[in-house]
């Protein structure tokens, strides 16, 4: 499992003067695949982030209070590479298009510092996962070479 987001983004007046909802524990806030063009802000409970899995979804984060997701939908028109669900009863300010986002980040420079980093870090470790799955697959090609090179012996 990986936490990329816990506790990372100060509170400000701005936040609570955005519109929310809330959701139950259970409740999907949003599914994967799906279009998407907002971003959340946990103002209260908790949030798990998952991708579906061959057998069982497979876990990317779980948030708290102060935390962020969905900000991707507010950069790129691509539809949600994860599925977001409520852990606990949940109420989130809602980020509902990239100009609101801009005018929040002008008026908060540490939230936007912490932004950056985090999608930073996650992009890190998206580029760990692609290198590995890279030397896997020039593994399995360099195995199966050989496999086909002796049998032609």
Known sequence: MIYFFIGLIPWSA??????????????????????????????????????????????????????????????????????????TPVQVALVESKQQLDKFLQKNPNFSAKMVAIMCERLAHTNDLLVEKAKFARDIEYRLSKTSGNDAM
Not at 29 to 58: C, H, L, P, T, W
Not at 74 to 81: A, G, I
């Open 14 to 87: 701005d936040i609570a003067s955005m519109h929310t909802e809330e959701f139950q524990a259970g409740q999907l806030i949003f599914r994967e695949n799906e279009a998407g063009k907002k971003m959340y802000i946990i103002m209260s409970g908790q949030v798990e982030i998952s991708v579906a899995g061959d057998k069982e979804n497979i876990v990317l984060a779980r948030m708290k209070k102060g935390d962020f997701f969905g900000e991707m939908a507010l950069f790129v028109d691509k539809p949600r590479s994860a599925s977001a669900r409520a852990l």
